[in-house]
């Protein structure tokens, strides 16, 4: 597993609908930082664990940097943590 450097010209291929050109411009995507330990992480609605993000916690980094989206997806999570398992709220 590794961090990717994906140059300009592969990012603007991979947006569009029709990806011609994409097999070329891939060949400068570059493999940097390889992560040589793997932790696994698990984002649940409520947790203290070392290995556990709780929904609260993820909600704030996706509030700050996923723009509207963010913000609708941070609200669906301060509503899941908030009904109990196997519980509707209506």
Not at 70 to 75: D, I, L, S, Y
Request: charged share 25%.
């Amino acid at each position: 597993m590794s961090f990717l450097r994906i140059p300009l010209p592969a990012c603007e291929t991979m947006n569009l609908a029709d990806l011609r050109g994409i097999t070329a411009a891939s060949k400068d995507i570059q493999l940097i930082c390889p992560v040589r330990e793997h932790h696994i992480i698990y984002v649940q609605p409520r947790g203290t664990d070392a290995n556990v993000i709780s929904f609260d916690d993820f909600r704030g980094v996706v509030e700050m940097q996923g723009g509207e989206f963010g913000r609708r997806f941070a609200q669906s999570l301060s509503e899941w943590s908030a009904v109990e398992a196997g519980r509707r709220e209506v």
